[in-house]
Protein backbone atom coordinates (compact mmCIF):
# COMPACT_ATOMS: atom_id res chain seq x y z
CA UNK A 1 0.00 0.00 0.00
CA UNK A 2 0.92 3.45 -0.90
CA UNK A 3 0.87 5.61 1.87
CA UNK A 4 2.15 9.60 1.73
CA UNK A 5 1.47 13.31 3.17
CA UNK A 6 0.52 15.80 1.22
CA UNK A 7 -0.72 19.22 1.58
CA UNK A 8 -3.79 20.59 0.99
CA UNK A 9 -7.39 21.03 0.83
CA UNK A 10 -8.89 17.67 1.58
CA UNK A 11 -12.16 18.94 -0.09
CA UNK A 12 -10.30 19.29 -3.75
CA UNK A 13 -8.56 15.82 -3.88
CA UNK A 14 -9.89 12.78 -5.73
CA UNK A 15 -9.75 9.48 -4.30
CA UNK A 16 -12.59 6.59 -3.81
CA UNK A 17 -13.23 8.17 0.08
CA UNK A 18 -12.30 11.33 1.95
CA UNK A 19 -12.44 11.34 5.57
CA UNK A 20 -14.34 13.83 7.52
CA UNK A 21 -12.80 14.55 10.48
CA UNK A 22 -16.42 14.69 12.67
CA UNK A 23 -17.89 15.38 16.51
CA UNK A 24 -20.10 12.09 17.04
CA UNK A 25 -23.18 14.50 16.41
CA UNK A 26 -21.74 14.09 12.45
CA UNK A 27 -22.92 17.81 12.19
CA UNK A 28 -20.61 19.72 9.98
CA UNK A 29 -19.45 23.22 11.00
CA UNK A 30 -15.66 24.42 10.56
CA UNK A 31 -12.09 23.20 9.53
CA UNK A 32 -12.31 19.91 7.50
CA UNK A 33 -15.90 19.41 7.87
CA UNK A 34 -16.96 22.73 6.58
CA UNK A 35 -14.28 22.94 3.65
CA UNK A 36 -16.00 19.20 2.25
CA UNK A 37 -19.39 20.66 3.26
CA UNK A 38 -18.93 23.74 1.22
CA UNK A 39 -17.32 21.64 -2.25
CA UNK A 40 -20.34 19.40 -1.39
CA UNK A 41 -23.26 20.95 -1.03
CA UNK A 42 -25.69 21.07 1.99
CA UNK A 43 -27.06 17.71 1.35
CA UNK A 44 -24.17 16.09 2.94
CA UNK A 45 -24.38 17.76 5.89
CA UNK A 46 -28.05 16.42 6.02
CA UNK A 47 -27.21 12.90 5.24
CA UNK A 48 -24.35 13.27 7.85
CA UNK A 49 -26.64 14.42 10.88
CA UNK A 50 -29.58 11.77 9.99
CA UNK A 51 -26.82 9.31 10.31
CA UNK A 52 -25.71 10.99 13.90
CA UNK A 53 -25.06 10.50 16.60
CA UNK A 54 -22.53 7.97 16.59
CA UNK A 55 -20.04 6.60 19.29
CA UNK A 56 -16.38 8.37 19.72
CA UNK A 57 -14.09 6.40 17.18
CA UNK A 58 -17.09 5.15 15.23
CA UNK A 59 -17.67 6.32 11.44
CA UNK A 60 -20.41 6.99 9.10
CA UNK A 61 -20.53 7.11 5.42
CA UNK A 62 -22.19 9.02 3.45
CA UNK A 63 -22.33 9.97 -0.23
CA UNK A 64 -20.04 12.61 -1.98
CA UNK A 65 -22.17 15.09 -3.93
CA UNK A 66 -20.16 17.47 -5.88
CA UNK A 67 -16.51 15.98 -3.98
CA UNK A 68 -14.55 14.09 -6.62
CA UNK A 69 -14.71 10.60 -4.73
CA UNK A 70 -17.57 8.26 -4.45
CA UNK A 71 -17.95 8.28 -0.56
CA UNK A 72 -17.15 10.48 2.40
CA UNK A 73 -16.32 8.69 5.77
CA UNK A 74 -17.28 10.94 8.88
CA UNK A 75 -14.61 9.61 11.42
CA UNK A 76 -15.93 10.85 15.25
CA UNK A 77 -12.33 11.14 16.33
CA UNK A 78 -14.27 13.99 18.84
CA UNK A 79 -16.71 13.94 21.10
CA UNK A 80 -19.51 16.52 20.25
CA UNK A 81 -18.03 20.12 19.42
CA UNK A 82 -17.75 21.48 23.08
CA UNK A 83 -18.08 18.14 24.69
CA UNK A 84 -14.14 17.41 24.99
CA UNK A 85 -11.38 16.78 23.24
CA UNK A 86 -9.71 13.98 21.01
CA UNK A 87 -7.93 11.01 22.77
CA UNK A 88 -5.52 8.41 21.58
CA UNK A 89 -7.88 5.77 21.68
CA UNK A 90 -10.20 7.81 19.52
CA UNK A 91 -7.96 8.95 17.10
CA UNK A 92 -6.87 5.17 16.68
CA UNK A 93 -10.27 3.51 16.23
CA UNK A 94 -11.53 6.20 14.31
CA UNK A 95 -8.16 5.90 11.90
CA UNK A 96 -8.95 1.92 12.09
CA UNK A 97 -12.33 2.51 11.11
CA UNK A 98 -12.27 4.93 8.44
CA UNK A 99 -9.48 2.14 6.94
CA UNK A 100 -11.52 -1.00 7.44
CA UNK A 101 -14.65 1.04 6.39
CA UNK A 102 -12.81 2.25 3.14
CA UNK A 103 -12.22 -1.51 2.32
CA UNK A 104 -15.69 -2.59 3.20
CA UNK A 105 -16.69 -0.37 0.15
CA UNK A 106 -13.86 -1.76 -2.08
CA UNK A 107 -12.08 1.21 -2.25
CA UNK A 108 -8.54 1.65 -3.49
CA UNK A 109 -7.54 5.42 -2.37
CA UNK A 110 -8.40 7.12 0.68
CA UNK A 111 -7.36 10.69 1.87
CA UNK A 112 -7.49 11.32 5.67
CA UNK A 113 -7.01 14.41 7.80
CA UNK A 114 -5.23 14.88 10.95
CA UNK A 115 -8.36 13.15 12.97
CA UNK A 116 -8.84 14.40 16.81
CA UNK A 117 -6.19 17.40 16.30
CA UNK A 118 -6.51 21.02 15.82
CA UNK A 119 -10.32 22.34 17.18
CA UNK A 120 -10.71 18.63 18.92
CA UNK A 121 -7.68 19.32 21.03
CA UNK A 122 -5.20 16.77 20.50
CA UNK A 123 -1.65 17.79 19.82
CA UNK A 124 -0.60 17.50 15.87
CA UNK A 125 2.86 15.87 15.51
CA UNK A 126 1.58 13.23 18.86
CA UNK A 127 -1.71 12.72 16.97
CA UNK A 128 -0.25 12.82 13.06
CA UNK A 129 2.57 9.82 14.48
CA UNK A 130 -1.15 7.80 15.98
CA UNK A 131 -2.44 8.23 12.81
CA UNK A 132 1.25 7.20 10.62
CA UNK A 133 1.62 4.31 13.28
CA UNK A 134 -1.53 3.10 12.75
CA UNK A 135 -1.99 3.21 8.53
CA UNK A 136 0.99 1.39 8.80
CA UNK A 137 0.15 -1.66 10.83
CA UNK A 138 -3.48 -1.93 8.95
CA UNK A 139 -3.12 -5.42 6.70
CA UNK A 140 -5.28 -3.97 3.33
CA UNK A 141 -7.38 -5.78 0.87
CA UNK A 142 -7.97 -3.40 -1.42
CA UNK A 143 -6.59 -0.08 -0.27
CA UNK A 144 -3.46 0.58 -2.50
CA UNK A 145 -2.82 4.28 -1.95
CA UNK A 146 -3.52 6.29 1.51
CA UNK A 147 -3.00 9.68 1.49
CA UNK A 148 -2.73 11.68 4.56
CA UNK A 149 -3.62 15.66 4.03
CA UNK A 150 -2.32 18.55 6.06
CA UNK A 151 -3.55 21.95 5.08
CA UNK A 152 -1.28 24.38 6.07
CA UNK A 153 2.78 24.34 5.24
CA UNK A 154 3.19 24.28 9.06
CA UNK A 155 0.74 21.42 9.58
CA UNK A 156 2.39 19.93 6.60
CA UNK A 157 5.94 20.09 8.06
CA UNK A 158 4.72 18.56 11.40
CA UNK A 159 2.68 15.47 9.62
CA UNK A 160 5.25 14.59 7.16
CA UNK A 161 8.14 14.61 10.07
CA UNK A 162 5.96 12.60 12.18
CA UNK A 163 4.85 9.89 9.42
CA UNK A 164 8.12 9.75 7.72
CA UNK A 165 9.34 6.78 9.05
CA UNK A 166 5.87 5.26 8.17
CA UNK A 167 5.98 6.46 4.75
CA UNK A 168 5.51 3.05 2.31
CA UNK A 169 6.60 1.10 5.56
Known amino acids: M ?5 QGDVAAQSADALVNEAGTSLRMGSG ?3 ALRRHAGPE ?3 EAMSK ?3 NLGDVAVTEAYA ?3 EYVIHAAAMPHYGDGQATTESIRSATRNSLETAEELGCTSLVLPALGCGVAGFDLEAGA ?3 GETIAAYQPETLSDVRFIAYSDEEYAIVEAATEQFADA
Open 67 to 69: LDA
Open 32 to 34: VAG
Open 2 to 6: NFETV
Open 129 to 131: TLI
Open 52 to 54: GPI
Open 44 to 46: INE
